[in-house]
């Protein structure tokens, strides 16, 4: 789990993201999750833009991503998610 002070710190980092992966009407699928998981691989944390959905649904959605993948959520702000999976060489240094 990640300590608040963690969350702070990569949520100002993902500030200036954008987003790498976009879930659309179809849901989280299969595909969608691979990318994700390859988004993952190569910045450690990303920003994720749901095209649809109520609140519970991109919720469940964040929790099936963190779940599935070994992540960790950092934010979730409307339609946008924040998540972040230390890489084995890390770039970025958590306080």
Sequence with gaps: MLSPAQKRFLSGEAHTLN???????????????????CALKSHELIKIKV?????????????????????YPVKHIG???V??????????VLP
Excluded: F, H, W
């Design 83 to 92: 998540i972040y999976r230390q890489a084995e060489k890390p770039q970025l």
């Design 79 to 81: 339609k946008t998610l």
């Design 51 to 71: 095209a649809s959905g109520e609140k519970d649904e991109r919720e469940a959605m964040l929790d099936t991503i963190c779940g599935d993948l070994a992540a």
């Design 19 to 37: 987003p790498v992966v976009i879930i659309g009407k179809n849901g989280l699928t299969k595909s969608v999750l691979d990318e994700i998981d």
